[in-house]
C-alpha cells in the first residue's frame, strides 16, 4: 500500500478488488478495505467507489461506520464534487451514541462545510443539535470510558467547538444560538490540566471568531489573560498570539486587552525568544494615543537589552508609533534622540531622513538636540553610523547653538523616569573641541564613506557658525585633496576653492538649511468606499474600481480622457479587462522619446562649473560648450547659477517664462553625497505606497534629466515574523505614458528587515504638465505559501511632479 501511488497502472486494477472486499459481510475484510481505499484512492478511484462507502456508513457495527465515515472524508478531500452524495448520511451520525462514531461524523461535517458553501448553509440549522449534544458532553457525571483528567470526552468537545466556530462565522443567528453554552464552558472549565487548557483555548477561538456578544469577546480575553500567567510556555505562546489577531481585527475586543497591558509587557523579559517575539509585536499594536507614553517608555527599556534580530524592527516601529501618536513636540523630539542614541546602529537610511526631518521642524528644540547627539558620540566609543551622521548633521546646523547654548542636558532620557544617566551636566564644548570631534569621524577608518561624508561637510558649514575658526577649518579641509576617496576629493577641492576664491559668498552658501516639506503618507485608493474601508481597517488594500466605459487606465486613475481619444477608442461592451491595456514596463521606448532622452537640457554654467561635483557633475552640453567656448564664463556664469538663471544659447528660441522657483539655500547641496541637484532636491520626497502582510513599500520619486521623465526607486522591507518570497513588483501607466522597469535586487525579504531590502528603479516618460499617476500591482509568498496578488492605484505624487 505505501508502494502504491495514482501513476502506477496496478493502481486503476486495485479498484474491483476493493469493491469486492467492502461488500464482503466480515467486517475485518470490509474494514481493511476501507483503509486501503482511504490511503491510496484517487479522484477517478473516489467517484467509482462512492456508492460503496456511502452504504457502510449505515452499517450496523459501530467500528466499520467509524472506518467509513474517515474514509469519506479522505474522499471528500480528493474529489470535492462528492460532498453532496453524503450529505443524506449525514444526517444520522449526529444521533450516535457511540462517541468514536460521534466524533468522526463531526469531522466530516466540518469537511464537507468548509468545502461547499451550500452545506454550510443546511449545517446551521444543526447548531440546536450540536449545542445540546455539546451541554450533555459538560454536564454529565463521570464516565470511566470517556474521561480524561476530569473532562468528559474532551477530543469530542474540541471537535464540536470548532464546528460550530465555522458554522457561526458571519451568521448572527447561528452565533446567538451558541453564545449560552460557550460562556459555559469559559467560566466553568478548569485550567488546573492542558486537557482543560485545550477546550479553553477551542471555546476562546470560537468566541473569537463568530459574531459574539460583546461581554462573551471579554470574558474569552480574559481566559487569555489567565493564560499569559501560566508557567507552560506553549500556552503563553498560544495566548499571545490569538490577543494579536484579536487586536490586528480591530473593533471594542482590543479595548479588553488593554487591561493586560503590564502581563504582556512582562513576557519580553521571557527566556523563550518565540514569546519574546509574539509579546514585541503585540505590544507594537496595543499603541495609542492614550497609553503612548507609558507603552512607548517601557519599549525604550526594552531597547536597550533587546536581542540584536529584534533592534531593527524595533526602531522602524517605534519611529512609526512616535510620529503617529505623538502627544507633544517635546515627547516626539525626545524620542527620536533616545531611539538614535540606543540603537543608532540599527536605524535605516529611510529612518534616519525622518529623524532629521523631525529635529528641523521643532527649531524650538535644535539646541537640545544638537548638544545630545553630540554628547552620545563623545562619552561613548560608538560605531553606530546612523547616529554619527545624524550628529554630523546636527552639528553643522546647529553648531553655534551648541558652542554658545550651555551645559549639555544631564540625561539624554526623558522619556521615562528610568534609566536615567547620572553623570550630571557636562559643559558646553568650545568651538575647538567641536570640530576636533568632526576631524576624528573623518579620520576614523571604521566609519563608513557616508559618514565621513557628513563629517566633512559639516566641517564647512561650521566656518559660517564659527567664523574665528573659518581659517582652521579649511586647512583642515585642504588636507583631503589628494584623498583616496575620490568623493573625498571633490569635496575638499570645491570647498577649498570656496574658501580662496568665492569667500564672500560662502556665507550664502552656507547658509542653514530651509525646513523640508513634510511627506505625504497616505495612498490614494480608487474609489471613496474602499477609501474609507481603507481608514476603517488600518491600511487594508483596497480593489481596483471597475471601469464603466472604455479600457484605459485613465478611468481608474480618475482622469477624464480627451474628445480625441474617446474617438480612438472603440467602445467596450460587456466586462472590460482592467489590465488589458496596461503596460506593466519593460516594453521598449520609441525611436522619438530615446532621442529626447539623450538629448541634454542646457545649463546654467558658472558655479556648476566650479561645484559640478557638488551638484552632481557637469553634463556632456556642458563639458562641449566649455570646449567650443559658448558659454557665458567667468562671474556672469557663476551668479547665474548661484541665483538659478541658466543662460541660454542665442541660437535657440526663446522658452516661454517659467514662475521662479523657490531657493532653498545654499546649503542643500552640501549633503547630497555627489547626487545631481534635481534629484537631490527630491530624494527626502518619499511616502509608503503600500503595505500589507509585512510587507511595506515605499516610493522614492524624483525627476529626470528631461522634462516629463521621472524616476521612481521603490524599497520593499519585510516587517513580519514571516520570510516574504517570490516578491514581484509592477507598475502600469496610462496610454499616454511609458514606463520601463529594471530588475529587482532580489526576489525574498527575511522576516523584520534582517536581510538586505528589495529595491527596483522604475523610469516613466510621461507628456508635460500631466500628472504622474501609476497603478501598482505587487504579488508575493507568504512563509511558502500560495501567492498572493493585490493591486492599488497611487497618485499622491508631490505636486511637483
Not at 220 to 225: M, R, T, V
Not at 271 to 282: C, E, F
Not at 410 to 425: F, I, K, P
Not at 671 to 682: E, I, K, R, T
Amino acid at each position: 500500500m505505501l508502494l502504491l501511488d495514482e501513476g502506477k497502472e496496478l493502481h486503476l486494477m486495485v479498484t474491483n478488488s476493493l469493491k469486492q472486499d467492502m461488500n464482503n459481510p466480515n467486517p475485518n475484510i470490509a474494514g481493511f478495505a476501507l483503509c486501503t481505499l482511504g490511503a491510496i484512492a484517487s479522484a477517478e478511484m473516489a467517484r467509482d467507489l462512492a456508492d460503496e462507502v456511502e452504504k457502510l456508513l449505515r452499517s450496523s457495527s459501530p467500528a466499520l461506520k467509524k472506518k467509513a465515515t474517515l474514509c469519506a472524508v479522505r474522499l471528500i478531500r480528493k474529489e470535492p464534487e462528492l460532498v453532496e452524495q453524503f450529505i443524506p448520511a449525514t444526517r444520522s451520525l449526529l444521533s450516535e451514541r457511540n462517541h468514536a462514531v460521534l466524533l468522526t461524523g463531526v469531522m466530516l461535517l466540518r469537511e464537507m462545510a468548509q468545502l461547499n458553501a451550500g452545506c454550510l448553509e443546511s449545517f446551521r440549522r444543526m447548531v440546536p443539535s450540536l449545542v445540546r449534544l455539546l451541554k450533555t458532553l459538560t454536564s454529565s457525571g463521570y464516565s470511566p470510558e470517556y474521561d480524561v483528567h476530569g473532562i468528559n470526552d474532551p477530543f469530542l468537545q474540541t471537535s464540536i467547538v470548532r464546528l460550530l466556530q465555522i458554522l457561526g462565522h458571519n451568521n448572527d443567528e447561528a452565533s446567538e444560538a451558541m453564545n449560552d453554552v460557550l460562556a459555559e464552558i469559559a467560566t466553568n472549565t478548569q485550567t488546573t490540566t492542558n486537557v482543560g487548557n485545550a477546550v479553553l483555548y477551542e471555546v476562546v477561538k470560537c468566541i473569537m471568531n463568530i459574531e459574539a456578544e460583546g461581554g462573551l469577546r471579554v470574558l474569552a480575553i480574559n481566559n487569555l489573560g489567565k493564560f499569559l500567567l501560566k508557567p507552560d510556555r506553549n500556552i503563553r505562546y498560544v495566548a499571545l498570539t490569538t490577543l494579536l489577531s484579536t487586536v490586528q481585527a480591530g473593533g471594542n475586543a482590543s479595548e479588553a486587552v488593554q487591561r493586560h497591558r503590564s502581563t504582556i509587557v512582562d513576557c519580553l523579559r521571557e527566556p523563550d525568544v518565540t514569546i519574546r517575539r509574539r509579546a514585541l509585536s503585540l505590544c507594537f499594536s496595543l499603541i495609542n494615543k492614550s497609553n503612548v507614553r507609558g507603552l512607548v517608555g517601557e519599549l525604550l527599556d526594552f531597547l536597550h537589552v533587546a536581542d540584536r534580530e529584534f533592534k531593527a524592527y524595533m526602531v522602524t516601529e517605534l519611529l512609526i508609533a512616535a510620529d503617529k501618536y505623538a502627544p507633544s513636540p517635546k515627547w516626539h523630539v525626545d524620542t527620536v534622540l533616545e531611539i538614535i542614541t540606543t540603537a543608532g546602529g540599527y536605524v535605516q537610511e529611510q529612518g534616519l531622513a525622518e529623524i532629521i526631518q523631525i529635529i528641523a521642524e521643532r527649531s524650538e528644540f535644535n539646541q537640545r538636540a544638537v548638544q545630545v547627539l553630540f554628547r552620545a558620540i563623545t562619552t561613548a566609543n560608538t560605531g553606530a553610523q546612523s547616529l554619527l551622521q545624524a550628529a554630523s548633521w546636527c552639528i553643522g546646523e546647529f553648531g553655534d547653538l551648541l558652542v554658545n547654548g550651555g551645559p549639555l542636558p544631564a540625561s539624554t532620557r526623558t522619556v521615562t523616569s528610568s534609566a536615567r544617566d547620572d553623570a550630571g551636566e557636562v559643559p558646553a564644548p568650545t568651538a575647538g573641541e567641536v570640530i576636533e570631534v568632526l576631524h576624528r569621524l573623518i579620520q576614523d577608518p571604521t566609519n563608513s564613506a557616508g559618514t565621513r561624508h557628513y563629517a566633512i561637510n559639516a566641517l564647512v558649514k561650521l566656518s559660517t557658525r564659527l567664523p574665528n575658526e573659518a581659517e582652521r577649518i579649511r586647512n583642515i579641509i585642504s588636507l583631503y585633496r589628494r584623498s583616496i576617496d575620490e568623493e573625498m576629493q571633490q569635496r575638499s577641492a570645491e570647498y577649498t576653492t570656496l574658501f580662496d576664491t568665492f569667500n564672500a559668498i560662502r556665507p550664502a552658501v552656507l547658509e542653514r538649511m530651509p525646513v523640508a516639506q513634510s511627506k505625504a503618507r497616505t495612498v490614494v485608493t480608487t474609489d471613496l468606499e474602499n477609501h474609507q474601508q481603507q481608514q476603517q481597517q488600518g491600511g487594508a488594500i483596497a480593489a481596483p474600481a471597475q471601469q464603466q466605459q472604455g479600457g484605459d487606465l485613465l478611468d481608474l486613475l480618475g482622469d477624464e480622457p480627451s474628445q480625441q481619444q474617446q474617438q480612438q477608442q472603440p467602445a467596450a461592451g460587456g466586462g472590460v479587462d482592467l489590465l488589458g491595456d496596461l503596460d506593466f514596463g519593460g516594453a521598449p521606448a520609441t525611436q522619438q522619446q530615446q532621442q529626447q532622452q539623450q538629448a541634454s537640457s542646457s545649463s546654467s554654467g558658472g558655479l556648476d562649473d566650479l561645484l559640478g561635483g557638488l551638484l552632481g557633475g557637469p553634463t556632456q552640453q556642458q563639458q562641449q560648450q566649455q570646449q567650443q567656448g559658448t558659454g557665458s564664463g567667468g562671474l556672469d556664469d557663476l551668479l547665474g547659477g548661484l541665483l538659478g538663471g541658466p543662460s541660454q544659447p542665442a541660437a535657440q528660441p526663446q522658452q516661454p517664462q517659467q514662475p521662479p522657483q523657490p531657493q532653498a539655500g545654499g546649503l542643500d547641496f552640501l549633503m547630497d553625497m555627489g547626487a545631481p541637484q534635481q534629484q537631490q532636491q527630491s530624494a527626502a520626497v518619499s511616502f509608503v505606497a503600500f503595505e500589507g502582510d509585512g510587507l511595506k513599500l515605499t516610493f522614492f520619486p524624483s525627476r529626470g534629466a528631461q522634462p516629463g521623465t521621472y524616476e521612481i526607486k521603490m524599497v520593499a522591507t519585510n516587517t513580519s515574523a514571516t520570510q516574504l518570497s517570490q516578491v514581484n513588483i509592477q507598475v502600469a501607466v496610462p496610454k499616454t505614458c511609458q514606463v520601463r522597469l529594471n530588475a529587482p535586487s532580489s526576489t525574498a525579504l527575511e522576516p523584520f528587515g534582517a536581510g538586505p531590502d528589495i529595491t527596483q528603479l522604475a523610469h516613466v516618460t510621461a507628456p508635460q504638465g500631466e500628472k504622474l499617476r501609476v497603478l501598482l500591482r505587487v504579488s508575493y509568498s507568504v512563509g511558502g505559501g500560495p501567492v498572493t496578488v493585490k493591486q492599488q492605484a497611487v497618485s499622491n505624487f508631490p505636486e511637483n511632479m
